[in-house]
């Protein structure tokens, strides 16, 4: 691009941001954060989980311009109710995230508990160490399972 088609971007960035602040409106859009597919790989205590979303129109273009940290609320709603986790990296319309001590081990089984989702999860998928699948539409919740 020319340093022409930036200072264009650059003003109407700058004017929006000027009409907002003067006109007490606020330049974040309102986010529309769908879950679509989340895929948890268990191993050991801890697990993976690979989630895909999708976010409207005026979010990408705000996360295009402000970078997609700014999806980590959204991230750390969805994932409440596990105590510890790290989010690895978000990038577009996917994030990864490590569950760190998803699951116990009692006996030879490690026993993952039901963690609540704070959002609608199209397709939960959960993967175990011994290449089983299991998958479940419309999840609000893991569920309770050993491996």
């Known amino acids: 691009m020319k340093a022409e088609h930036f200072l264009i971007i650059f ?3 700058s004017i929006g941001l000027i009409a ?4 007490h409106y606020s330049v974040e859009p309102t986010v529309n954060f769908k879950v679509t597919d989340m895929e948890v790989l268990f ?7 690979d989630i895909e979303y999708e976010v409207g129109f005026l979010t990408q273009i705000y996360v295009f311009f402000f970078g997609s940290r700014n999806l980590n ?7 409440y109710d596990f105590e510890e986790y790290r989010v690895i990296s ?3 319309t996917t994030a990864t995230v490590e569950l760190i ?3 116990r081990l009692s006996g030879s089984y490690y026993l993952h508990d039901t963690h609540m989702l704070g959002f609608e999860v199209g397709k939960l998928t959960l993967k175990y160490p011994d290449g089983k699948t ?8 893991t569920p309770n399972t050993f491996y």
């Open 134 to 141: 299991l998958t479940f539409e419309n999840a609000t919740e």
């Open 101 to 103: 001590n998803a699951s």
């Open 73 to 79: 609320p959204f991230l750390d709603e969805l994932l």
């Open 11 to 13: 003003i109407v960035v």
């Open 20 to 23: 907002a602040a003067t006109f």
């Open 90 to 92: 978000v990038h577009g």
């Open 43 to 49: 191993y050991e205590e801890n697990a993976t989980a």
